[in-house]
């Protein structure tokens, strides 16, 4: 396999593991390089109270290229990243399943850039966050499911953003995981969603409402129409903005 991914920007650096900014402390070093153990901190564990999921070295989701998703131009002149690029599956993928690692810096608030539209909180609480707009792999081109037209699940995301221990770098990395496969977040069941991503369709996540805030308030201020939310439906997001897995 080539070592850059089909589409990859060839300016931009393509990172094989995560980066670790110079601002990261040896606290925030030690819980990224901490695998869960049965004795597990509360750092370690998810919404619903579940130890933070091992990803054996050996899983598709952390190649670099990652074998599960294709890069690709979205040509759709509807699709509200119509002109960009989006992440779509190379291959069926299970509910629940691990689809792939969302590689960037590891940083602190010290250093997030307010123009980045790639960083996401790792764990606010620790205050560590990936940024993959100057680098990243694939992950960093999974787009929002608001507005997108013909998805399967229509009005609603099919992946989410995760944490897991990647045993291949030996530390707790950001994922792109399939929806479905159990219950969504707090334990609530998300309605009519059975999980599970067909080959070819793209992979969305929710960035969280206030992303998209926070984009209006910047258009807001700027007077531009810009590329923002593209609509609203009756997907409950209302767990959406505790935390975790969410671009800042
Ligand atoms: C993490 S990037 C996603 C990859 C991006 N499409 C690219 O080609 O680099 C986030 C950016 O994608 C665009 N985007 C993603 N989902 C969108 C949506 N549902 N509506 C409008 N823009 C979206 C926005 O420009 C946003 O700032």
Redesign the pocket.
């Given at each position: 396999m080539s070592s850059r991914p089909k589409n990859w920007p060839p300016s931009l650096p393509y990172f094989k593991a995560p980066q670790h900014g110079k601002d990261l402390t040896p606290t925030q070093l030690q819980f990224l390089r901490t695998k869960p153990t049965t004795t597990t901190t509360q750092s370690q564990l998810d919404d619903d109270g579940n130890t933070l999921p091992v990803v054996p070295a050996s899983s598709p989701a952390t190649e670099t290229p990652c074998p599960r998703v294709k890069i690709l131009p979205?040509t759709d002149p509807l699709?509200?990243?119509y002109g960009?690029?989006?992440?779509f599956a190379a291959t069926n993928i299970s509910p629940g399943e691990l689809i792939v690692a969302y590689l960037g810096r590891l940083h602190g608030r010290g250093t997030t850039s307010e123009e980045s539209?790639?960083d996401i909180w790792l764990e606010r609480e620790m205050d560590v966050a990936a940024d993959?707009a100057l680098g990243g792999n694939e992950g960093?081109?999974?787009?929002?499911?608001?507005?997108?037209p013909c998805g399967r699940e229509k009005g609603r995301p099919n992946a989410r953003f995760g944490n897991a221990f990647c045993e291949r770098w030996g530390e707790v990395c950001v994922g792109v995981w399939a929806v479905g496969g159990g219950a969504g977040k707090k334990g609530k069941k998300k309605k009519g969603v059975e999980g599970g991503i067909r080959k070819g369709e793209e992979i969305?996540v929710s960035?969280g409402k206030g992303?998209w805030e926070e984009?209006r308030r910047e258009e807001g201020d700027h007077g531009g129409e810009?590329?923002?939310?593209?609509g609203g439906d009756d997907y409950d997001e209302n767990d959406d903005d505790d935390g975790e897995g969410q671009?800042s």
């Open positions: 979205i699709h509200p990243a960009q690029f989006g992440l539209d790639y993959a960093r081109f999974v787009n929002d499911y608001r507005g997108v969305l960035y992303f984009r810009g590329d923002g939310d593209a671009l």
